[in-house]
């Protein structure tokens, strides 16, 4: 199982995602935002937490205009997996490979703590090691979390059962708690909290490893 | 050629920044702001020949985000 870790200049998460992906059996490739290829053979692309570019103009627009995106829109449209966290969920919407938008928190803090983190669907290859239902403590760290999308792509993603996670509390205006959501074909999942930052008994908390090991067991050859 | 360009978030798109301003101004004493958008302005500098519909395109696909913004292009 191969696992690449998008590296732009500003991203601050690339090393934690990589390490998360090894202790779940991936083996891991580095990918500098220039490259315009993937490396062959990868399974899934993580777009990692961070600054990119320094969050000009809008949280993710540059990075989704980078040479690497243009490689992993190509990769999930023909049904790669890809999971994008933090600044990587930005860059997921501002490619338009996940709908919505980041907006600035409701409170308009940056806000950088564990907080309970509500499974909403286990019918995704990221979250069939929860339970619908189950509240995982995850960190959380940002400034522009605050989930936006029109009425109508609200009602797609609850109709096609899309919302992956919601805020047990709400801490940033999330439009319906939204904290991460799913592609049309489920295997592209974008989350503003961190649970590579909750896979190591060293991180104070562990309930972010069962994510990683779904997807290994999902993607694991047969 | 120059063309300016101004960013809004969308009618209907929260605004904290702008709410936080309108806020700030109430406190100083301004209690005939009933409410305050805030957006940005971005100036382009063109070479000759280039056109609206070129600017456009640069909105759609890079300055604004039309999930939550819209835009105004202003030639100078």
């Not at chain 1, 928190?105 to 339970?131: R, W």
């Not at chain 2, 940005?40 to 999930?67: F, P, Q, R, W, Y």
Request: net charge negative; aromatic share 6%.
């Amino acid at each position: 199982m191969r696992a690449a870790v998008i590296v732009f200049p500003g991203s601050n998460c690339d090393r934690d995602l990589a390490v998360a992906f090894e202790q779940a059996g991936f083996s891991v490739d580095m990918v500098w935002h220039k490259d315009a290829t993937l490396p062959e053979g990868i399974d899934i692309v993580g777009v990692p937490g961070g600054f990119s570019y320094g969050d000009y103009l809008r949280c993710g627009a540059i990075a989704a205009q980078s040479p690497i995106c243009k490689a992993l829109a190509a990769h999930t449209e023909r049904g790669g997996y890809a999971v994008g966290i933090c600044n990587g969920f930005q860059v997921l919407t501002e490619t338009g490979i996940l709908p919505g938008a980041l907006l600035r928190n409701a409170g308009l803090k940056y806000i950088c703590k564990t907080i309970g983190l509500k499974v909403e669907t286990s019918d995704s290859a990221f979250t069939e090691g929860y339970n619908a239902g189950d509240v995982i403590d995850i960190p959380i760290a940002h400034h522009d979390g605050n989930y936006f999308a029109d009425d109508e792509t609200l009602a797609e993603l609850k109709d096609q059962d899309r919302v992956a996670f919601t805020y047990a509390e709400n801490p940033n205006g999330s439009r319906d708690d939204i904290a991460g959501i799913l592609s049309h074909n489920r295997r592209v999942l974008g989350m503003m909290p961190h649970p590579e930052r909750a896979a190591d008994s060293g991180h104070g908390g562990t309930d972010g490893t069962a994510l990683f090991r779904a997807l290994a067991g999902v993607l694991a050859p047969a | 050629m120059k063309a300016r360009v101004h960013v809004m978030l969308k009618n209907g798109v929260l605004d904290p920044q702008g709410e936080a301003v309108r806020h700030a101004l109430g406190a100083m004493g301004f209690d005939q702001v009933e409410g305050v958008r805030q957006g940005k302005v971005i100036d382009l500098e063109l070479a000759d020949g280039a056109t609206e519909a070129d600017v456009t395109k640069m909105c759609e696909k890079l300055l604004a985000n039309t999930v939550i913004e819209r835009f105004e292009i202003e030639l100078l």
